[in-house]
């Protein structure tokens, strides 16, 4: 739109590091799965979906994300803003999960999401912050699987990523579910 095109100006040459917290992360799970529809081979006629019908945990009908419709939509709006959404794309170099609650777990749309991202002058490197609030919950497994699925799927593809873990010697608790916005580094 070039009504916003005109506005940034200058500011389109910083890099970016962008950080999702809690039920944030969705908004990341979303970037990974646009980046690797835009990158895929043939082009996808339809948005690529993050989260694996293969899941072997199977969410509760209560868990806000699996209301979110992310099935069967075009891509062709994505298409018709290639340009722009990649110039965006590309100024990435971090990105963030802290203490996530989902994590994109489909390789369909991993894969290319890495392939996109090695393409890159700079590489985004990816970080999964994690507290035992989230990663050791026992009523919400889906959350270390995805967790570890995603992890390994990055490490597989020959991404960088860091798994970072924050007090482990702590009481899971919400209250260090919020203080690692505190606690987390940039870099390990």
Known sequence: NKKYQLNLGDDLQHPIAILGFSRGVLVLNQLVAECGTL???PPSPLLLDWHSPDNKYLLPPYEYSQKITRQSISSKELFSQK???AE???RIEEMHWIDG???PTHR???LPFEKWNSGKKVRCSIFLHG???QLE???RKWICFEHQSFFGMLKEFG???WDCRYFQDKKKSMDIHFEVLKAFKRFP
Do not use: E, Q, Y
Request: charged content about 20%; proline content about 8%.
């Open 101 to 103: 609650h989902r994590f």
């Open 159 to 161: 991404s960088l990523v």
């Open 39 to 41: 990158s895929s081979t």
């Open 137 to 139: 919950d026992p009523r």
């Open 108 to 110: 369909n749309a991993v």
């Open 88 to 90: 965006f794309l590309d």
């Open 131 to 133: 507290t035992p609030r």
């Open 83 to 85: 340009s722009l959404i």
